[in-house]
């Protein structure tokens, strides 16, 4: 079940009904073709995020680039990609539950489904859904990469976990995921460098141990917009695991590339669209989208083109341009762009995509994978 889409096809900007979620076609395909130029003079894959985006019709658009297949983090977000046509999923997390896992092994009738473990109940549990279900399924085990969110210590306990997963019918041990979430948004270049450093250091160590134990590690995936390059550079990733890359946010400009300037290897091209719906002082501007349709999680959205207007929260459905007493070409019925701070969380508010080029509406895409769904 959807919502009415807020666009048509050729409409221009000006008529499109808000909030709407937007991608500018021209700097999102750029985004795409630019990571994955990057990896094809390298061994290494990608396999772009499908959090970001939650929409089968851009994981199409990714492996016919080259993409090797798709990560999601929830069953749900599998679902919606597999039932749209996409081979290969690897779900980058740990997952739970008898009703869950029956779900992800039946997706593996259709597509080829990896997923992840730090823990034998995890295990089990896969081992008695692919038996009931007549499935194979490819199990990475999640190795703490030094950000203390899921995954085992490197060493003997991956070997304990990768053992089990090789005894298990129906399960085949695929390699290790060691994914450094938190430091994709460490500003400091020398920062991000130095993290995935600890995070190369777990990996070595892990694959040494796995060796000794007679067990090949085929895959260490991992990696995010804000540290691919150090990944590719270590020699040891097999795939990049990226997702914001496509569309960018304002979290990501705060980062800071090795000169000290600005993170640009990416270009925003995620908006959301809102009206000025009201002028009730020199101060503010009133508009249509407030936290139902901006994600506030890692801060602020921010203007776009409005000579540094702050944006401001006021409500579910409201939003503040802080005018401050400075003029502003803008009046009541006017649209604006604004750049959400966290592309993800935002993308989860939103049933359609509209895609613009030139002004004008060239696509409007569904996004099955969004929302609350377990
Ligand atoms: C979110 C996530 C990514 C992608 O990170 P970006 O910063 O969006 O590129 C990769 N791997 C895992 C496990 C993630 O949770």
Redesign the pocket.
Known sequence: MTTRPPADLGMALEAVDTPALLIELDPFEENLRRLQDYLSGTSVNLRP?G??HKCPIIGHMQIAQGAVGL?C?KVSEAEAMVFGGIADILV??EIVGARKVARLASLARRARIAVCVDNPLQIAQLGEAVEAAGVEIRVLVDVNADMNRCGVEPGAPVVHLAQAIDKAKGLTFGGI?A?H?TS?HFRGHDERAAAIKGACAVVEKTIEALKKAGLACAEVS?G???TYEFEVASGLFTEI?????IFMDHDYTLNKDKDGSTFQDFQQSLFVLATVISHPGPDRMVTDAGTKALSVDTGLPVTHDLGGIEYKMAGDEHGKLMLGGNSVDLSVGDKIKVVPNHC?TTVMLYDWFVGMRGGRVESVWPIPGRGETQ
Do not use: E, I, R, V
């Open positions: 995020h959090k970001a990560c983090q980058t997390n995921q994914y979430g994709q991992g995010g917009t804000g695991q990226a997702g914001s890359y993800d």
